[in-house]
């Protein structure tokens, strides 16, 4: 069975820091970029940041730039987000997604597996 499992969510205080991890199962994440996304409440879905199949690119979205770090370990067939810094608007559900091919994907609908999702609350 195909999954992509986030964990490393949590409460967090502003100024703080999180490792969410992208864990695959039932397929190799070596042939796939992955992105990671978040929605906030009332908000529509974002991207936040994107890998390609070998670690060699990476995009952030502005926001997230200098506070948000994105890698990955293929031979754990895992991908993490390193959030520091973190602000309350940071606040949001945090889903990881697979897309086929080396190149980190240009759409949305090119990610074919997609996580469930873990909470990030960053609050005093």
């Known amino acids: 069975q195909v999954r992509l499992v986030e964990s490393g969510g949590g409460l967090v205080q502003p100024g703080g820091s999180l490792r969410l991890t992208c864990a695959a199962s039932g397929f190799t994440l070596d042939y796939y970029a992955i992105g990671w996304f978040r929605q906030a409440p009332g908000k529509e879905r974002e991207g936040v940041s994107s890998?390609?199949?070998?670690?060699?690119?990476?995009n952030y979205t502005d926001s997230v730039k200098g506070r948000f770090t994105i890698s990955r370990d293929n031979a754990k067939n895992t991908a993490y987000l390193q959030m520091s810094s973190l602000k309350p608007e940071d606040t949001a559900i945090y889903y990881c997604?697979?897309?086929?091919?080396?190149?980190?994907?240009?759409?949305?609908?090119?990610?074919?597996?997609w996580g469930q999702g873990t909470q990030v609350t960053v609050s005093s």
């Open positions: 890998i390609s199949s070998s670690g060699r690119s990476t």
């Open positions: 997604a697979a897309s086929i091919g080396p190149a980190i994907a240009t759409y949305d609908y090119e990610y074919v597996y």
